[in-house]
């Protein structure tokens, strides 16, 4: 194919839309990695230390805690800028994450139930944050043709 056809199909980035468009599609990818390492790990880790019986109690758990944390996010919403909130967020997953490497270690078999619940919690926090950037970053018209781009690399991770 001729490069012009090619150029033709590409959409007319602007240079601050590329780089833009970019971050994103890196976190987006960043983020997919995290969920996929995270998900197996969390059920593995259930199921071998309490057993399948122990699975609704993890999905109530999960639920009820992931109600609670959105209804805490809500209130703060208005009340913390948003550059905030996303890095206070992440720094407090990466703290939780440090935190269960060590119980883990030292914890018994409740430890694997609190990751399930907490690793649910988890996802949903990355994945909401996200798209929540996004739709800040972009006007509807930019987002109608640049989401398609930034949602490779979800699909790459």
């Known amino acids: 194919m001729e490069l012009g056809m090619w150029k033709s199909r590409l959409p007319d980035f602007s240079r601050p839309e590329i780089r833009v ?22 059920s593995a880790l259930l199921l ?10 993890g999905f ?8 609670l944390v959105v209804f805490v ?5 208005n009340r913390l800028p948003e550059r905030r909130r996303v890095s206070g967020s992440m720094a407090i997953l990466f703290l939780n994450l440090l935190m269960f490497r060590f119980l883990f270690d030292q914890g018994g078999n ?9 690793a649910n919690l988890f996802s949903s926090i990355l994945f909401m944050q996200f798209w929540l950037v996004a ?4 006007t509807p018209r930019e ?5 398609g781009w930034v949602g490779a690399g979800g699909i790459v991770g």
């Open 48 to 57: 071998d230390r309490l057993g399948v019986s122990w699975l609704p109690v």
């Open 110 to 118: 409740w430890v694997a139930l609190v990751f399930y619940i907490w």
């Open 21 to 42: 468009a970019g971050l994103l599609c890196v976190y987006n990818f960043l983020v997919m990695c995290a969920f996929s390492v995270i998900k197996p790990v969390r």
């Open 135 to 138: 739709g800040d970053l972009f």
């Open 143 to 147: 987002a109608k043709r640049l989401f």
């Open 60 to 67: 109530v758990g999960a639920a009820a805690f992931t109600g």
């Open 73 to 77: 996010v809500g209130w703060l919403d």
